[in-house]
């Protein structure tokens, strides 16, 4: 189900809606594999009419299942718009199609929810990744101690042998 709005309705009063915009309606499976879109959309606004206009307002909420660019984990990305304003004109060059007195909202209700979509994304702003194995900080305390574990097996059968 697309996000419609009828014009004659809104000739009445304002509309409220809010509801679930299904993920595949966002077409946003384009994305690569470091974010995934498994929840729907959740949107809640109020529209209304001006002047040759229509004016929404309202929060749309959106959770994705991203990968850390840095640590490879897996977490949730909320991209939350609590002030989410849409002013869509009716008239002239810019204005949106209407079809059956309807207008369909997803694709501007798409367009700012791919905006808001992570670059990078980052489990934590502070993650400091996976331990750089060049590094030899992580592997150098088990090196060391099975080296040593060695020359103690070493010696071991060189008493052995005496
Ligand atoms: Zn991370």
């Known amino acids: 189900m ?3 709005v009828n014009l004659r309705h809104l000739e009445a009063h304002n509309i409220h ?11 946003l499976d ?20 001006l002047e040759h206009s229509l004016l929404a307002q309202g929060r749309l909420l959106l ?14 990305y909320t991209i ?6 849409a002013h ?10 209407v079809v059956n007195d309807c207008v369909d909202l997803t694709p501007y209700v798409r367009e700012d929810i791919l ?16 331990p750089d194995p060049s ?11 099975q080296a040593e574990n060695g020359s103690t097996a070493w010696s071991e059968l060189n008493k052995l042998k005496l």
């Open 135 to 145: 590094s030899g900080k992580a592997t150098k305390p088990q090196a060391a101690g």
């Open 2 to 4: 697309p996000l419609l």
């Open 88 to 97: 869509l004109p009716l008239q002239g060059e810019e204005s949106v199609p």
């Open 115 to 130: 905006l808001e979509f992570p670059q990078h994304p980052l489990c934590d702003a502070e993650c400091r990744g996976l």
């Open 30 to 49: 384009s994305r690569d594999e470091i974010m995934r879109t498994g929840e729907p959309l959740r949107y809640d606004f109020e529209v209304q009419t």
């Open 63 to 76: 959770t994705l299942d991203c990968q850390c660019v840095r640590c490879l984990k897996p977490f949730k």
């Open 80 to 85: 939350k718009l609590d002030n989410w304003t």
């Open 17 to 27: 809606v809010k509801g679930e915009l299904p993920v595949k309606e966002l077409d």
